[in-house]
């Protein structure tokens, strides 16, 4: 049985990046993870307006005005005179799409009636616009718009459901294990088997023992990580100096000792560009049936923050589309310590919106955005961010895994993907429907109640989730 290593790091923050701001090469936006005062938000914003205003060409402004209401609308997560005080925007641009055809993303047809009506805009935009890249199973595409007109003619286009910057999302970084129930559903024999999880993160250290000391994915035949690629900037690294991602895939390993894992590297050294992270999401729909990939973690985000679901977000239809192939995205709800608001892509439709909590009394604590002057198991953590449409609480802090310790939201989320992993396993309930599984794990769950703001929200018993198969889910 596969167990974690605890250790008590009083002084750890929940991500060691939180305090670096993220430079966006491609979108020119820098970001921190760790938001500022709502007061001063407000007064950056005013300030942002008029700077982007003063820069802005008299043909720009003319674009701008011109614009209809409805086209207006389809900008999403920024603001319309950001993107017209730029003389080019590189942007994701999603098309109208139909349930149906998320469901058959996979299909040759359905690809190729995507790609004709992605060719057909491009060629409208004509010199205005140039294709970086596509996304074959996604009605998606990134795209360069080189003047004002342009990007005008791409929002007018009624073909065009919405535009997104490309913006960095940064990592947000046991007793956990009898905490969740894991030797419980271990010793009866579910670990996963049959299954494969996603990792979408700084990468895997896929030689470490943990991971059955492969030299190289899939081999030897012990080896846990039968993929890992670099799905941005090909580094040729197994993981950056954090090993988030690592410690991450190591935390899903653990709670699912039999599921496969993948090691999908979506960051450089600004963070996770929104078109590597879409990119990331196609190539797991893309080989879904390949591995059986039943989870997508996510364990990163950007300072955004919403009080409840955010459907303007750019995943809401990577994962809409990802759900109709099979997969559950599990996010990491953020670490800014807000008690109102969720990061993206965690506030997303379709995110399974994972807070912290913790296993055990560790005393006081202080990390770099807060601190807890006692702790005690299901305690929620000072840095998890939380509201009324978080979805699972799961152990957070301080979680040692695959050789390395860390703290954060994003330590809660990889329970959650590993106890999605056991519960559809091959000798356990397979043939639930997406639903159902979430409600196994959350009508199981232990309720918990945030001090801060009073929100109830389940703390995952993967020992009690199995007991419910054979009966309808909660």
């Known amino acids: 049985?596969?167990?974690?290593?605890?250790?008590?790091?009083?002084?750890?923050?929940?991500?060691?990046?939180?305090?670096?701001?993220?430079?966006?090469?491609?979108?020119?936006?820098?970001?921190?993870?760790?938001a500022a005062a709502p007061a001063s938000a407000q007064a950056s914003r005013a300030q942002g307006a008029s700077a982007a205003e003063a820069v802005m060409s008299a043909q720009a402004r003319q674009?701008?005005?011109?614009?209809?209401?409805?086209?207006?609308?389809?900008?999403?997560?920024?603001?319309?005179?950001?993107?017209?005080?730029?003389e080019a925007n590189d942007v994701l641009v999603e098309l109208e799409d139909s349930d149906n055809q998320a469901s058959e993303a996979d299909q040759p047809q359905t690809r190729e009636r995507r790609g004709l009506r992605k060719r057909q805009l491009l060629a409208r935009l004509g010199q205005g616009a140039e294709l970086l890249e596509d996304f074959d199973r996604l009605p998606m595409s990134f795209k360069r718009v080189r003047s004002s007109q342009a990007l005008a003619a791409l929002l007018n286009d009624p073909d065009v459901k919405a535009v997104y910057p490309n913006v960095a999302h940064q990592r947000?970084?046991?007793?956990?294990?009898?905490?969740?129930?894991?030797?419980?559903?271990?010793?009866?024999?579910?670990?996963?088997?049959?299954?494969?999880?996603?990792?979408?993160?700084?990468?895997?250290?896929?030689?470490?023992?943990?991971?059955?000391?492969?030299?190289?994915?899939?081999?030897?035949?012990?080896?846990?990580?039968?993929?890992?690629?670099?799905?941005?900037?090909?580094?040729?690294?197994?993981?950056?100096?954090?090993?988030?991602?690592?410690?991450?895939?190591?935390?899903?390993?653990?709670?699912?000792?039999?599921?496969r894992l993948i090691g999908l590297d979506v960051f450089t050294a600004g963070g996770a560009m929104t078109n590597d992270?879409?990119?990331?999401?196609?190539?797991?729909?893309?080989?879904?049936?390949?591995?059986?990939?039943?989870a997508m973690n996510l364990s990163l985000g950007d300072s955004t923050k919403s009080a409840g679901e955010c459907p303007g977000?750019?995943?809401?239809?990577?994962?809409?589309?990802?759900?109709?192939?099979?997969?559950?995205?599990?996010?990491?709800?953020?670490?800014?310590?807000?008690?109102?608001?969720?990061?993206?892509?965690?506030?997303?439709?379709?995110?399974?919106?994972?807070?912290?909590?913790?296993?055990?009394?560790?005393?006081?604590?202080?990390?770099?955005?807060?601190?807890?002057?006692?702790?005690?198991?299901?305690q929620v953590t000072c840095f998890s961010q939380s509201s009324p449409v978080l979805s699972l609480l799961a152990p957070g802090a301080t979680i040692t895994a695959a050789g390395i310790s860390m703290s954060g939201t994003s330590q809660a989320a990889p329970h959650v993907a590993g106890a999605i992993a056991v519960l559809r396993g091959s000798n356990a309930a397979p043939n639930d429907t997406l639903d159902a599984t979430?409600?196994?794990?959350?009508?199981?769950?232990?309720?918990?109640?945030?001090?801060?703001?009073?929100?109830?929200?389940?703390?995952?018993?993967?020992?009690?989730?199995?007991?419910?198969?054979?009966?309808?889910?909660?």
Do not use: E
Request: one cysteine or more; proline letters at 6%; aromatic letters at 6%.
């Open 313 to 378: 977000s750019w995943a809401t239809t990577p994962f809409a589309n990802a759900r109709a192939a099979g997969v559950i995205p599990v996010v990491a709800a953020g670490n800014s310590s807000a008690k109102d608001g969720l990061a993206s892509p965690a506030c997303a439709p379709g995110a399974v919106r994972v807070g912290a909590v913790y296993d055990s009394s560790l005393g006081s604590v202080k990390f770099s955005a807060c601190s807890d002057a006692s702790t005690a198991a299901d």
């Open 172 to 259: 947000m970084d046991l007793q956990s294990l009898p905490l969740i129930g894991q030797p419980y559903a271990a010793g009866s024999g579910y670990q996963g088997q049959g299954t494969a999880v996603a990792v979408l993160d700084s990468g895997l250290d896929y030689k470490r023992a943990a991971f059955g000391n492969c030299t190289l994915p899939g081999i030897p035949s012990t080896c846990r990580v039968v993929a890992a690629t670099d799905i941005a900037f090909p580094d040729f690294v197994r993981d950056t100096g954090s090993y988030h991602g690592t410690n991450v895939a190591g935390i899903i390993a653990a709670v699912a000792p039999a599921t």
């Open 277 to 294: 992270l879409v990119r990331a999401v196609n190539w797991v729909i893309a080989n879904k049936a390949k591995y059986n990939i039943v």
């Open 438 to 474: 979430l409600r196994r794990l959350q009508g199981t769950g232990v309720p918990v109640t945030d001090a801060r703001n009073g929100v109830v929200t389940p703390r995952i018993d993967l020992s009690r989730a199995l007991q419910s198969i054979g009966q309808p889910a909660p």
């Open 63 to 86: 674009a701008l005005a011109q614009l209809p209401g409805q086209a207006r609308l389809k900008v999403r997560m920024t603001r319309l005179d950001d993107l017209f005080s730029r």
């Open 1 to 34: 049985m596969n167990s974690l290593n605890m250790h008590r790091l009083a002084n750890q923050s929940p991500l060691s990046t939180l305090t670096v701001a993220a430079r966006c090469a491609l979108s020119g936006v820098v970001l921190s993870l760790l």
